[in-house]
């Protein structure tokens, strides 16, 4: 306990992740709420496949680097916005490389 507590006091600070559930909620509190795409809702029921739900469906597993760009927003939104300091600089950089164009993701295994 006493090693875990000398790691989080000494790693590097941010306050990336707080702002991006402020950014959420704020959207939330604003009715800015998007409807999830049909093919990202639940299609473990009888009917479902009648509604549209799951069609489509890109299982990220089944993709080199269990990664495949799909929308999963009907309008694009981003709330996460990782700094360059300590670990967050290598999300950061994985992050930039995931929205890359295709050429990019596929010489990193992404694709």
Same mark, same amino acid.
């Given at each position: 306990?006493?090693? %875990?507590?000398? !790691?989080? *006091?000494?790693?590097?600070? *941010?306050?990336? *992740?707080? #702002?991006?559930?402020? $950014?959420?909620?704020? @959207?939330?509190?604003?009715?800015? &709420?998007?409807? &999830?795409? /049909? @093919?990202?809702? /639940?299609?473990? +029921?009888?009917? %479902?496949?009648? #509604?549209?739900?799951?069609?489509? +469906?890109? +299982?990220?597993? /089944?993709?080199?680097?269990?990664? &495949?760009?799909? $929308? !999963?927003?009907? =309008?694009?939104?981003? +709330? !996460? ?15 930039? =490389? #995931? *929205?890359?164009?295709? /050429?990019?993701?596929? $010489? @990193?295994?992404?694709?």
């Amino acid at each position: 306990l006493a090693q %875990a507590v000398t !790691y989080v *006091s000494c790693a590097p600070k *941010s306050n990336a *992740s707080y #702002l991006s559930i402020e $950014k959420a909620t704020q @959207d939330i509190k604003e009715n800015k &709420v998007q409807e &999830v795409p /049909d @093919d990202l809702k /639940d299609a473990n +029921y009888s009917g %479902a496949e009648t #509604l549209g739900h799951g069609i489509g +469906y890109k +299982y990220a597993h /089944d993709y080199p680097g269990h990664f &495949v760009k799909q $929308k !999963y927003t009907r =309008k694009k939104v981003r +709330y !996460y916005e990782p700094t360059n300091i300590g670990y967050e600089a290598k999300i950061k950089a994985r992050l930039d =490389k #995931l *929205s890359a164009k295709p /050429d990019a993701r596929q $010489k @990193d295994g992404l694709e």
